[in-house]
């Protein structure tokens, strides 16, 4: 059983529509977050939920905005999406606390026409 | 803010060789984490490492963490074309938010 799962893989769309990307996680985790990997692979955290609560929001246009409708899901809806969208989206899960593994989703690939 | 620098950038070896990665902290590390991305995949957790001077090994990939807990070093020992991939170190990003700052990055390929 996939233990962190996004959907879509893929996801190719035009400049100025809006998408969304879901991910679950079957772990029982109570802290989820969504990572940006740019064309250079640089991984940068860009927000972070526990029981539902945001507690992590890093500089991110506000064109971004996640949903944790319950713990086990947390999803990332962006609005009039942007050429420089274009990255891979990672999906995290992990128990809250330091030194608490995190464990990551195979990626959306979203691509701006 | 904390920084992680990860050299080489990319690494080709022949299989069979031995390869070192290295991951240098701008502070204190609390916590190190080692990842490995295949293309196309996630990041799969290798090792965690917390206190001055701890090792760890899984197969044949070994990470230390140094005394002073700010360099961290990924051991791989006699290469095979399925340790190709991106070895990415990790650090938690302080506080107890649990967020992780990562490296660039390593491309790794093993030539057969």
Redesign the interface.
């Known amino acids: 059983d996939t233990a ?1 799962s996004q959907t879509p893989k893929y996801l190719v769309t035009q400049m100025g529509n809006d998408k969304s990307i879901k991910c679950e996680q079957n772990l029982g985790h109570d ?1 989820m ?1 969504w990572y940006k990997q740019d064309s ?6 860009m927000f ?1 939920y ?1 029981n539902k609560e945001l ?2 929001n890093e500089t991110v246009p506000n064109r971004f905005s996640p949903k944790s409708p319950d713990k086990a899901h947390l999803n990332l809806h962006i609005n009039s999406l942007e050429l420089g969208d274009s990255a891979v989206y ?1 999906c ?1 899960s ?1 128990q ?12 959306t690939r979203l691509s701006i026409l | 803010s904390q920084e992680l620098e990860q050299s080489p950038q990319s690494l080709i070896v022949q299989e069979g060789k031995n390869l070192t990665i290295n991951c240098t902290s701008s502070k204190t590390l609390y916590g190190l984490y080692w990842y490995k991305q295949k293309y196309g995949e996630g990041l799969i957790f290798l090792m965690m490492l917390q206190k001055g001077g701890e090792e760890k090994s899984h197969e044949k990939i070994t990470a230390k963490l140094d005394e002073k807990k700010q360099q961290s070093s990924l051991h791989i020992t006699a290469s095979q074309p399925s340790h190709a991939g991106i070895y990415l170190c990790g650090a938690d990003g302080g506080g107890s938010q649990g967020n992780l700052i990562f490296g660039k990055g390593t491309k790794l390929s093993v030539k057969p």
């Not at chain 1, 250079?40 to 955290?45: E, G, M, P, T, Y």
């Not at chain 1, 330091?98 to 990551?104: E, G, I, T």
């Open positions: 962190v802290t977050y250079k692979k640089f991984l940068k955290i972070s526990n507690i992590i990672f995290a992990s809250l606390g330091s030194n608490q593994p995190q464990h990551f989703g195979d990626g």
